[in-house]
């Protein structure tokens, strides 16, 4: 007889489950906690009091005029914005502003520059050479900018300088010849000493990010044929950009801030009025003629340039958090 193979089992008709039956988890936001907020908040109370005084201080005294009656003890008188006024309408103010723009920029682009040559010496040379270079270093950082400018003044004096002596060794018509009565020459021996001063800040900061990169990457490219100069462009350089952008900055403000290496080499023999950069117009405004109005103007209009200059950076920065 022949057999026939049994039937399939009927298939069950699937069930369709109504969107109603959905289970929906609601979402739960976490609330950030408050107490963060509350520890830092005694710290930044006492920081805007310590920073938002001088700066009051500062804006209000630049609404105000100061000038010979003041000095026997008459109240200052309210100008408003004159003292912005007469300011901006100074070609003076102008040539200093650039004089001093152009020196922060050469100052600070010279100090990276080095600073990121010595940096990288730091990381090719054996140990001992490194420990005496970073030695020599920060004992050239850690000296007193007064004491470092004594000997500097030695150096380049018109009348028993080390610099004129030795020129005149070496031929040269350098005896009694003062390097610091001449603009170009003042401002060269100044970018001199303050990129002297700055380098070893930079140089160890560099090299401080240097030693986060791996040593494997850099073998990998060495064994891919990447020469020096490239694993410095394209691989050394790209990771160690933060660090870069930081010591720039803070380089930037530092060197539009110069005070002490310009008013010393003006005491040292340098024409004050043909040398001045932002500092020391300030000073020469305030203590020196009385008119704290005007210098009072003059710094908030540092200040403002500052924060330009590190508005970049601070945005990056706020970027990064969110």
């Known amino acids: 007889m022949p057999t026939h193979a049994p039937a399939p089992p009927a298939q069950q008709p699937q069930q369709v489950e109504p969107a109603s039956a959905k289970i929906h988890v609601p979402i739960v936001k976490k609330r950030k906690s408050k107490a963060p907020l509350l520890l830092i908040a005694p710290t930044l109370v006492i920081l805007v009091a310590a920073l938002g005084y001088p700066v009051g201080w500062q804006i209000y005294t ?6 010979l009656k003041q000095q026997f003890g008459a109240p200052p008188e309210f100008v408003g914005l004159d003292n912005y006024t007469a300011l901006l309408a100074d070609p003076n103010f102008w040539v200093i502003l650039g004089r001093s723009l152009l020196f922060c920029l050469l100052a600070a682009g010279i100090t990276v520059v080095i600073g990121f040559l010595l940096a990288i010496l730091m990381k090719r040379v054996g140990t001992v050479s490194r420990l005496a270079l970073q030695v020599s270093m920060l004992l050239a950082w850690s000296m007193p900018v007064v004491a ?23 031929g040269f018509d350098a005896e009694g010849h003062n390097w ?12 001199l000493i303050v990129v002297w001063m700055s380098v070893p800040f930079v140089a160890l900061s560099i090299y401080a990010g240097l030693t986060q990169i791996s040593e494997e990457v850099l073998e990998a490219a060495a064994m891919d044929g990447a020469t020096g100069i490239q694993r410095i462009r394209y691989i ?11 010591v720039l900055l803070l380089q930037l403000i530092w060197d539009l801030r110069v005070f002490t290496q310009i008013k010393l080499l003006q005491d040292a023999g340098g024409v004050a009025n043909e040398t001045h950069l932002l500092g020391t117009y300030i000073y020469q405004m305030g203590v020196g003629s009385g008119d704290f109005g005007a210098a009072s103007a003059v710094s908030i209009l540092m200040l403002i340039i500052t924060i330009a200059i590190s508005w970049y950076y601070v945005r990056s920065l706020m970027k990064e958090e969110d």
Not at 62 to 67: A, D, E, M, V, Y
Not at 181 to 189: H, R, S, V
Not at 236 to 246: A, C, D, E, N, R
């Open 180 to 191: 610091l009565a001449e603009p170009l020459t003042f401002f060269a021996i100044a970018l």
């Open 148 to 170: 470092a400018m004594t000997v500097w003044v030695w150096l380049v004096d018109w009348r028993r300088g080390v610099l004129n002596w030795m020129l005149t060794r070496f």
């Open 236 to 246: 050394i350089m790209p990771l160690i950009t933060p660090v870069l952008s930081i």
């Open 62 to 67: 630049s609404f105000q005029k100061f000038g």
